[in-house]
Each structure stands twice: as C-alpha cells, then as structure tokens.
C-alpha cells in the first residue's frame, strides 16, 4: 500500500509539473495573465458587446433629448482607443508573447491601421453628423500615428476624419487643454471615453482616493455629459496602482495587484 501511495504522488505531481510547464511554459506575470483574460472577455463576450451598444444607445438618447444653450455650432469629443476603435487584437498578440504594451509594437501596429471599431460606434457618429454635430477626436496617439489613424477612421466612413477634427496627444497626455480648444467655439453636447481622464483634468494622474471622490462629485455626469466605454485591459484604472510609474517590471507589478486586493 505504502509502494502503491508513493508511486501515485511521483505520478500526480510529474503531471501536475508537466500541466504547469505546457500551460504556463514562459512563467507569464499575473499582470499580463490578467489582460489575457480581460481582453478574451472583450472579444467573446456578448456582455462585452451589450455594454457597448447600452453606451451608445443612451449616448443616441441624450443627443436626441439635448437642449442647446448658445448658438455656438454644436460638438462631441470623443477618444478613440477602446472608445470608438477596439485594439484588442494588439493586446491579445502581446499577452500570447508574455508581454504588455511597448510604444514600438504600439507604433507597429497602429501603422497597420487595422482595428476595428466597437459595437455600435460607427452608427452612433455618423448619426450626430447627420444632425448636424461636429465630431472631434481627441487621443493619446502620438502625432506621428496621425495619418495612419486617419486612414482607419475612414475605412469605416466615419464624419469628419480631417486634421482639424483628429487631435493626438503632443506635448502632454492630459487632454484639457484639447478639450478647451474645442469649448473654445463649440458647445460640447457629449463627451465619450473609457478612461476617467478623457472627461475632465479633475481625473489627470490623482491618486485613488481623488479618483473615487471626483467620481462622486461628478456622478449626475455619467451617462448624461460623459458616456462610459467599458475597458478593464488598461487605463489609470490600472496606473493609478502603480502610482503611475511606468517604469516598474512585470514582477513589481504583480506584487502591487496582489497586495492591493481587498480579502
């Protein structure tokens, strides 16, 4: 019996470490596992794609439903990376490598000008042109992805994809003084994002417990002015628990997500 107990624990754990190393074989973080996951969940999930067109729909209700108050033309800002376009195929090819975002595989596959756009999007845009709203584009891509940007708006019609109307990122990442720009001569109907930041400079790198305050404060906003993409593969959702620092490695990084779970 002894013989027979010791021979099935060499042979449970010889296949528990052969399951491990085929699973498993790069020691992937638990930060990039994490991001496999999440973004499996944006491209399968019909959650995922229901949550989209509820964003988009009460967006639609709201123009529908809005009241000017100047006889400023009317605009709506929009970011674009996980709000209107869906990159995930970026993130899932950088997961399988054991890898997160890098500016020059970001600046490769931007270049391709290949993403897709996110459930309800397009419909949504072409709608406010057709009554008459300008659409600006405010991102975080670098000036130089201008033109391939430009180029994958338009594979999908979308109103306005001109210099004047994209705005990417080139001094700063905080998108206010943009937004400003646009407030400038415009009445902004709507704003839409997936990161608190492309709402108001109250969400520009402030610590987690400002973040949650500021949300507080500006709960009437959401899902009147600011419409709210689903994104839970990156952000400053995700930076904030880093305290923004951009630098640390994959295992710094699991470190912080295992000690800031709530148990």
């Not at 080139?170 to 998108?175: D, E, L, N, W, Y």
């Not at 400038?184 to 520009?204: K, Q, R, W, Y």
Request: net charge positive; charged share 25%; with cysteine.
């Amino acid at each position: 019996m002894r013989k027979f107990i010791f021979g099935a624990l060499v042979l449970l754990t010889a296949c528990t470490a052969t399951q491990q190393a085929t699973v498993n074989p790069t020691g992937q973080s638990v930060q990039v596992d994490g991001k496999l996951f999440t973004t499996v969940f944006q491209q399968k999930a019909a959650e995922y794609r229901a949550l989209c067109f509820q964003a988009y729909n009460i967006a639609r209700l709201r123009l529908d439903n809005y009241k000017r108050s100047s006889q400023k033309p009317l605009a709506i800002i929009t970011d674009l990376d996980e709000t209107l376009l869906d990159n995930s195929k970026y993130q899932a090819a950088q997961c399988l490598i054991n890898k997160d975002y890098d500016s020059e595989s970001w600046a490769k596959w931007t270049a391709r000008a290949e993403a897709d756009t996110l459930p309800g999007a397009v419909s949504f845009f072409k709608y406010a042109a057709s009554r008459g709203v300008e659409i600006y584009y405010i991102t975080n891509r670098n000036e130089t992805e201008r033109q391939n940007t430009m180029a994958n708006l338009r594979k999908f019609g979308l109103p306005n994809t001109d210099d004047a109307h994209l705005m990417p990122r080139s001094t700063t990442s905080s998108k206010e003084e943009r937004r400003q720009k646009v407030l400038a001569d415009h009445e902004i109907v709507m704003l839409l994002g997936d990161n608190l930041a492309d709402f108001s400079a109250l969400f520009d790198k402030k610590p987690f417990s400002e973040r949650e305050k500021n949300t507080n404060i500006s709960q009437a906003d959401f899902g009147s002015r600011f419409i709210v993409l689903p994104n839970s593969v990156y952000g400053d959702w995700e930076s904030v628990l880093y305290n923004y620092n951009y630098k640390l490695t994959p295992a710094q990084k699991d470190s912080v997500l295992k000690a800031v779970l709530v148990k």
